[in-house]
């Protein structure tokens, strides 16, 4: 089986983690081509087919390193199980290469012992994955997560190193039809309920996560309507049930229109819904299951329940000078549930800018116009509220906006010009936290970028693949400054000018990490400007403490800042920085002027009393 990932913008993790819309088409010969929309994760991944990660661990080496054999480096250690302590056997691991690229390869033995030997100094990450465990880093403090990097000097032998490996969480129970008969073959979900649906790092697709949906895991119930979701890291999830078959309503997906063909006649009709555990249809009163390490929890049996199903129909205006045959309008539901932005119908628009989105299920929603097709770009061309409740939607008005460009340059002062910027990338983050339409460049070694089909709106500023010498001094866009504003495009021309000015005199945060007065291994550090406001997010820094409990920051603007240590990161900081404001008495406030670099001592927050 092929396998197809698509790594979006993975150098700014885990501080981008803005999704957006991706259409990719696929030519299936006579001149037929299929179209599919997929909701990609910036700083994640989106895995189309997956068949990867359950390989063995082998060593590659991309390029040929002369390394002097006595500077070669040793690790030994041993993998166990989190939660028990015991020995894990035959778990695979990968030693990656922070900057070199390098990566080296084992496999512990029958008791858990491993070593990998002729590893080049420098920094790593070490990964393993074993079946039955999530996938993880050494040191991550967080079950499932990135890990700590462990930083080797020439010919150091670092042993005892102890990996300990959470294993997964699983999620039983049954789905019923409303008169309390098994519903076979139903699609069911697992979305972690505060915003971080994980199934341990980069391995959504072994796991059991559904591309697309931010799903956590996904199954389909067997012919008596059980089903089995795995391979879930500790947290609370919500879980959502949607029938399948012959005449039913498919997945989250219920809305199913064609370009050129009218929806069933009569627009209502009675249809099993997407329905939530206990047996909800309201997002909002869905009840959390709670998973621990190892964990199987059973008994969480779903009814679902059935109810009208409706059309929603409209017509695209201010569109005389865009292509309609390449447009779709989708429905994403407006819900104060985290992680539960999947596409709840779609339908081409027709020649003459009508459409029609049949089988929608009750709810507030946003209608998005997105264009499709190789030149689409990621942006959207508008959005309006729909509100289906009793009743067909129909007459809907829905203005297209024409795209704006941004033209863009990134100098750096004092460096002279022609320096290679090319790991750069600018990315605009939407302003209304709708996760769709996040369009970016990336930057040409002349400084020089281009984004393309961008939907008039607000926008925050997301700058990744920074060297870690320089900052973001000023951000002026059309002229004027707006490095403390965010970027406005709501009433911009096309070519509007985006200018960043970068310069080299960047400041530093070092320090050490401890719990319980021993260095805390893989801690999370967070560097936060003071006071917080998401238009300066992109000043925020983040990093995972080392073997030895150390950190370094680098990059970082003049200003006023708040460093917090986390033994586990609150979920969904990178994304929501605000979540660190209730943590801010234990935190060590820093004031750093240009160039300056300073040191703080750190105390890791506890997960269970939120506490040093």
């Known amino acids: 089986m092929g396998i197809c990932i698509f790594f979006l913008y993975p150098e700014n993790a885990p501080g981008n983690l803005a999704p957006t819309w991706v259409a990719i088409s696929f030519e299936r010969g006579l001149g037929v081509r299929t179209e599919f929309l997929f909701l990609a994760v910036y700083g994640g991944l989106l895995v189309a087919s997956a068949a990867a990660w359950a390989q063995p661990a082998r060593s590659t080496v991309p390029t040929r390193l002369e390394v002097d054999p006595s500077k070669l480096c040793t690790l030994e250690g041993r993998t166990v199980n989190a939660r028990t302590g015991e020995p894990v056997p035959r778990v695979s691991l990968s030693l990656i290469g922070a900057q070199s690229g390098v990566t080296r390869g084992g496999r512990s033995d029958e008791n858990g012992n491993f070593k990998i030997e002729n590893i080049p100094p420098g920094t790593y990450r070490l990964i393993g994955e074993r079946v039955g465990f999530l996938r993880q880093g050494y040191g991550s403090r967080t079950p499932g997560g990135q890990g700590a990097p462990l930083n080797l000097t020439e010919g150091q032998y670092l042993k005892g190193l102890e990996f300990r490996l959470t294993p997964q969480g699983v999620i039983l129970g049954l789905i019923l039809d409303e008169h309390g008969d098994p519903q076979p073959y139903a699609t069911v979900m697992a979305y972690s309920a505060d915003g971080t649906a994980s199934a341990g790092i980069a391995s959504a697709g072994r796991m059991g996560g559904q591309a697309g949906t931010g799903a956590a895991s996904t199954a389909t119930a067997n012919d008596v309507g059980e089903f089995r979701l795995a391979g879930l890291a500790p947290g609370r999830y919500l879980i959502l049930a949607s029938s399948s078959g012959r005449g039913a309503a498919r997945g989250p997906a219920l809305g199913r229109g064609m370009a050129g063909r009218g929806a069933q006649s009569g627009g209502e009709e009675e249809a099993p819904l997407p329905t939530y555990y206990p047996s909800v249809t309201d997002p909002a009163a869905a009840v959390p299951v709670e998973v621990g390490p190892g964990q199987e929890i059973g008994g969480i049996n779903i009814t679902l329940r059935s109810g009208s199903l409706f059309i929603v129909a409209g017509r695209i205006t201010n569109a005389a000078s865009q292509d309609l045959s390449g447009m779709m309008v989708m429905l994403v539901p407006r819900s104060t549930r985290p992680g539960l932005f999947m596409n709840r119908g779609a339908a081409q628009v027709r020649a003459d800018g009508t459409f029609e989105i049949a089988r929608v299920a009750p709810g507030s929603y946003y209608l998005l116009v997105q264009r499709t097709g190789r030149q689409a770009g990621p942006g959207i061309a508008g959005k309006v509220m729909v509100d289906v409740a009793g009743a067909d939607v129909s007459g809907l008005l829905v203005p297209v906006t024409e795209p704006v460009s941004v033209n863009g340059a990134v100098k750096i002062e004092g460096q002279s010009e022609g320096a290679s910027l090319q790991r750069i990338m600018v990315t605009l983050i939407p302003a209304d936290g709708l996760p769709v339409g996040s369009p970016g460049a990336r930057v040409a070694d002349t400084g020089a970028f281009k984004i393309d089909s961008v939907f008039p709106d607000r926008y925050f500023l997301n700058v990744s693949g920074l060297p870690e010498t320089v900052y973001i001094k000023a951000v002026r866009l059309g002229g004027q400054d707006a490095t403390q504003r965010g970027i406005d495009l709501s009433s911009a021309r096309s070519g509007v000018q985006l200018e960043l000015t970068l310069s080299t005199k960047a400041s530093t945060i070092e320090g050490t990490v401890t719990l319980d007065d021993q260095p805390a291994t893989g801690a999370y550090v967070a560097v936060l400007a003071d006071p917080l406001r998401p238009e300066r997010s992109y000043l925020n820094k983040f990093a995972v403490a080392d073997q030895d409990g150390r950190f370094t920051i680098r990059g970082l603007a003049p200003g006023d800042y708040r460093v ?49």
């Open 564 to 612: 917090y240590a986390f033994e586990e990161a609150p979920a969904g900081l990178a994304r929501d920085p605000g979540l660190a404001t209730p943590y801010e008495r234990h935190s060590v406030k820093i004031d750093l002027d240009e160039g300056e670099s300073k040191r703080v001592e750190l105390r890791a927050i506890r997960r269970e009393t939120g506490q040093p």
